[in-house]
């Protein structure tokens, strides 16, 4: 707003940007009925003083309203950042974590790598030292002797089940052509009698051939009855055939061969498959390349207590009989050949009770399994290159994410918090200038207040000089005409004293308030920008740290399972270094030999000495007794001192 006036002693006016309302309505004051235009001007000062200091209250106060708003985002800002700054701690506790494991894991796994390498580069060598030390006379004597008693063995024991088969077959023929003899006779078909009664002796027949022909596995008997026996209702119910499978009742008396490897009711000898060798540590209860051997031929076989008591049997008594419960004659034949079949296939021994013949050892190499020894090495090498792989590998998604978490750490947020609270404390001393020009606004607000009370006191005290001196005549108009002049002096002293104010509020206070508070408004509009970037980089970062904790739990799991995996590489090259143990070992037994040989000599040694002592001792003794029998023994009966036991001679050592 401006103050302007006409000129010369024109109408004055206040100004309000292009709009004069001087002249307007407003509210009666007691100087606007003042003579002087001057006088009259007063009062339009006091309201543009009191309208600038309303308009500067009102500035100061939004400018108040958005340092708070700038200070709020701002500390909202510090607490984002505060979230930012917990979230990287947690995930540099957990990388710190698995860094840590990841060096202890590089270390342990290069020195496993090396140990298992320079193991597999010397197998070779280790081997050849194997075959290249001869075993102790002693040793290779006993072992062909060992080797003759076992192949001795197992020829007599196929002598033994080619006679057995042979007998099995004819009894079987024999048994086939009395049924087809009786059932011809009869007029009744006996053929799922015959096949009841030779199912037996097939299936275990082709147990005792696969047995005696040294084939690792045999399929399991076909039922050859079919759904004419009684018997073959088991199977459609249970899934197996007890005829097919060689099962005897109860009460048969039959029992299965301990010790083999033959599943119950499957007939099949189950070996180790060659494409898995096992353990060469593990060898079974013959040691190293040694096999189990089972009973031999000598051994008493597991007879039948009563194998025309088989239910199957009776069952088929009894349809020969017509179901009377005794069978005749025939059938009763029939019957008790077919137990004799039953019985003679029982004796013939089994694929899991042939004799294994051991072979001959002359050197260290003939002590191990060589060839599953050797297939052994051959999976560890193959296992060892394929895990040191993996390793490379995960040695790799290792850096990835060590350059992924650095960079992390290294990417700061998008905001400048510390300069925003710099320009905050330049603002703050923005709003002090405000105070100090509002401070300034009401002092000449307060200046004008008093000019015009003082000027309406003026005209008062002049209207009643005025009017007193009316009623003294001519020397009152001179007394009224000088208290004119002295209120439109005081007037124009007061315009004079005004207008400089009013020039420096319209041309200084308001617009510094306005340049102050325009300044703030930047501020919060950068404030609220910068809270806005400052947001989206929150969220930002919070979904590089979630993806990033992933990575950092999947990286740990995958070291816990390497770890595991190379725990097992290392119980795998434990059993590896068989051969290079075995030298080792058998050089402690050539000593342990040696040293129980020397502690014999010296034990025979102090046994000679100490019964040479004890002999010695006997001598003395038996001529003491013999001394004190010739000079005591006499004065008594002899009966007395044989009862008193000085008869008795001295113990024998």
Known sequence: ????????????????????????????????????????????????????????????RATQCRFEACRRLVMEMHVQALAIDSARDNVDLHFSYICRYQGEFGRSHAAQTAAHAELLMAFDGDMEALRATVLHPAVVVASERRHASA?????????????????????????????????????????????????????????????????????????????????????????????????????????????????????????????APPSPSRLGPGGLGGAWVGPGPGA?????????????????????????????????????????????????????????????????????????????????????????????????????????????????????????????????GKLAEQAAVIQCLDKDLDTVGRLVEDTVADMAAAGAAAAAAAAGGRGGARARSDTEIGGVAGALDACAALDPMNERHVKSYLPTLEAADEEVAALHRHCAACKDAMAACVHRQLQSISALQSKIRDMRNKQAAFQEVGQRQEAAFRELRIARRIPRVYRACLAEVARRGAHAEIFSGQARQLAERMARSREREVARREAFARSHERYLPSDVVDSLGLHATPPQC
Request: with cysteine; net charge neutral.
């Open 1 to 60: 707003p401006e103050l302007g006036g006409g000129g010369g002693g024109g109408s004055w006016g206040v100004h309000y940007g292009q709009t004069v309302i001087g002249g307007g309505t407003h509210a009666t004051h007691p100087l606007d009925l003042a003579p002087s235009p001057l006088i009259r001007a007063l009062p339009d000062y006091e309201r543009q003083f009191r309208h600038q200091r309303q308009r500067a209250a009102a500035v100061w």
């Open 151 to 275: 192949t001795d063995a197992a020829r007599e024991a196929q002598v033994q089940t080619k006679q057995l088969t042979a007998t099995a077959a004819a009894t079987r023929t024999d048994t086939g052509e009395r049924s087809l003899d009786d059932g011809s006779s009869g007029g009744r078909s006996l053929d799922s009698e015959c096949q009841l009664s030779a199912t037996r002796p097939i299936s275990g027949l082709a147990t005792a051939v696969a047995g005696a022909s040294g084939g690792d596995s045999v399929r399991s008997a076909q039922c050859p009855i079919g759904a004419v026996s009684k018997e073959c209702s088991v199977q459609s119910a249970s899934g197996r055939c007890p005829t097919a499978e060689g099962e005897l009742a109860p009460g048969s008396g039959t029992s299965t061969p301990t010790g083999g490897t033959t599943p119950r009711g499957t007939g099949a000898s189950v070996t180790p498959s060659s494409s």
């Open 300 to 428: 008493a076989p597991h007879w039948p207590s009563s194998a025309s008591s088989s239910p199957q049997n009776q069952s088929a008594a009894m349809e020969l009989t017509g179901g009377t419960g005794s069978p005749g004659p025939d059938a009763r034949s029939r019957a008790v050949s077919t137990s004799n079949a039953t019985a003679a296939v029982a004796t013939a021994p089994s694929a899991s009770t042939v004799t294994v013949v051991p072979p001959p050892r002359r050197t260290l190499l003939d002590c191990i399994p060589e060839e599953r020894v050797r297939r052994w090495a051959a999976d560890c090498r193959r296992s060892h290159e394929h895990y040191t792989a993996k390793v490379r590998d995960l040695g790799g998604l290792f850096a990835a994410l060590q350059r992924t978490t650095e960079e992390l750490f290294m990417t700061g947020p998008d905001v400048d918090i510390s300069a925003l609270e710099g320009e905050l404390e330049r603002s703050q």
